[in-house]
């Protein structure tokens, strides 16, 4: 198929690692090592084939592979296809065909593929199952695709370690991991592999350790990250709510897109609140700095999801304790101002 040569030299092969409840992954193979038989399409639920035999009335099929992997053909019935290339399937539609037609031209073409299924997992936006199309308007499916399909790569998500875990072409065989760092080309220049995703594949992005600016800044930059993050900024703001900012944005820029701190706000007391992937907050206090660099103690890079909370001084604390201290009394008070004026 087109577009398997860029898959191919995209790649770059590592030590894979079990996956769960499943056979033991082998040593990806390396670089030169990998055929094209790797990445052939191979036939499977949903892909609707077209099948005739040269020069013989009534052979002709249009057909779908149905959910257990097997086609029906006219005079041979059921031939299963699961998981063979259009050349294997001809081949064993051939085979049967021969048995009461003297030397068949058998022709088979792909009409339509099935949609793409690829599970996305790690430092996205959005992780899970996706089932992509793949037609001839929107082409097939790639790398960078899948990962924007997923929402994009998150504030921790660590570009130059993503993995694409292929399974065997093979019901016995072993499957293969694939690694891509796109942080440098990002950084440094040169050329990013976009390689072609099929169908079965797993693409999981890790968790970056002890990224610096220029890193955080590359990868918000790219579009492999979101456009934009929502973060909810209240308290003691000119506009407090749901604030929409770029990716990776610092938490001056989030207080400055809720109006600023008002004059009942504690610039020495700011609150970011921070939910992990296990369910558990986190709260940091800090001191509102505008002009404190990216990903400093008191201007960090926020994520999806954060809540800023500006806490008031401590004289409005103070007068609005006052406030609520009093204002039972108010009806006694404007009372006794009545009599008074009464006499």
Same mark, same amino acid.
């Given at each position: 198929?087109?577009?398997?040569?860029?898959?191919?030299?995209?790649?770059?092969?590592?030590?894979?690692?079990?996956?769960?409840?499943?056979?033991?992954?082998?040593?990806?193979?390396? #670089?030169?090592?990998?055929?094209?038989?790797?990445?052939?399409?191979?036939?499977?639920?949903?892909?609707?084939?077209?099948? +005739?035999?040269?020069?013989?009335?009534?052979?002709?099929?249009?057909?779908?592979?149905?959910?257990?992997?097997?086609?029906?053909?006219?005079?041979?019935?059921?031939?299963?296809?699961?998981?063979?290339?259009?050349?294997?399937?001809?081949?064993?539609?051939?085979?049967?065909?021969?048995?009461?037609?003297?030397?068949?031209?058998?022709?088979?073409?792909?009409?339509?593929?099935?949609?793409?299924?690829?599970?996305? $997992?790690?430092?996205?936006?959005?992780?899970?199952?996706?089932?992509?199309?793949?037609?001839?308007?929107?082409?097939?499916?790639?790398?960078?695709?899948?990962?924007? $399909?997923?929402?994009?790569?998150?504030? /921790?998500?660590?570009? +130059?370690?993503?993995?694409?875990?292929?399974?065997?072409? $093979?019901?016995?065989?072993?499957?293969?991991?694939?690694?891509?760092?796109?942080?440098?080309?990002?950084?440094?220049?040169?050329?990013?592999?976009?390689?072609?995703?099929?169908?079965?594949?797993?693409?999981?992005?890790?968790?970056?350790?002890?990224?610096?600016?220029?890193?955080?800044?590359?990868?918000?930059? +790219?579009?492999?990250?979101?456009?934009?993050?929502?973060?909810?900024?209240?308290?003691?703001? /000119?506009?407090?709510?749901?604030?929409?900012?770029?990716?990776?944005?610092?938490? /001056?820029?989030?207080?400055?897109?809720?109006?600023?701190?008002?004059?009942?706000?504690?610039?020495?007391?700011?609150?970011?609140?921070?939910?992990?992937?296990?369910?558990?907050?986190?709260?940091?206090?800090?001191?509102?700095?505008?002009?404190?660099?990216?990903?400093?103690?008191?201007?960090?890079?926020?994520?999806?999801?954060?809540?800023?909370?500006?806490?008031?001084?401590?004289?409005?604390?103070?007068?609005?304790? #006052?406030?609520?201290?009093?204002?039972?009394? $108010?009806?006694?008070?404007?009372?006794?101002?009545?009599?008074?004026?009464?006499?």
């Amino acid at each position: 198929m087109a577009g398997c040569a860029a898959l191919v030299a995209g790649f770059v092969a590592v030590a894979a690692a079990p996956p769960v409840a499943a056979a033991p992954i082998a040593a990806a193979p390396s #670089l030169g090592s990998v055929g094209r038989d790797v990445v052939r399409y191979r036939l499977g639920p949903g892909d609707r084939l077209a099948m +005739s035999v040269f020069k013989m009335e009534g052979y002709q099929a249009m057909v779908e592979v149905l959910s257990d992997g097997t086609i029906n053909l006219p005079r041979i019935g059921t031939v299963d296809v699961w998981g063979l290339t259009l050349e294997q399937a001809r081949l064993r539609i051939t085979a049967r065909y021969e048995k009461f037609l003297r030397r068949p031209l058998v022709y088979l073409d792909l009409e339509a593929s099935r949609p793409v299924k690829v599970t996305v $997992t790690g430092q996205v936006e959005r992780p899970g199952v996706f089932s992509l199309p793949s037609t001839t308007a929107t082409g097939w499916p790639t790398l960078v695709d899948v990962v924007q $399909t997923a929402g994009g790569v998150t504030a /921790s998500g660590d570009l +130059s370690n993503i993995e694409v875990l292929r399974p065997s072409a $093979t019901a016995d065989g072993r499957a293969s991991v694939y690694q891509f760092d796109y942080l440098t080309v990002l950084r440094d220049g040169g050329h990013a592999p976009n390689p072609l995703i099929y169908d079965g594949d797993s693409i999981r992005v890790h968790q970056s350790v002890g990224a610096n600016n220029v890193d955080l800044i590359t990868t918000a930059a +790219s579009n492999f990250a979101p456009d934009t993050i929502k973060v909810n900024v209240i308290g003691e703001v /000119s506009r407090p709510g749901v604030q929409q900012v770029p990716s990776n944005a610092p938490l /001056s820029q989030a207080i400055l897109a809720s109006g600023g701190i008002t004059r009942r706000g504690s610039q020495s007391t700011v609150e970011l609140i921070r939910v992990d992937g296990n369910g558990e907050s986190t709260v940091t206090v800090m001191t509102f700095d505008p002009e404190a660099v990216l990903s400093s103690p008191s201007n960090p890079p926020l994520r999806q999801g954060d809540v800023v909370v500006v806490n008031r001084t401590a004289l409005a604390k103070l007068s609005d304790g #006052l406030t609520d201290a009093f204002s039972p009394l $108010t009806p006694i008070v404007n009372a006794a101002s009545i009599f008074r004026l009464l006499n």
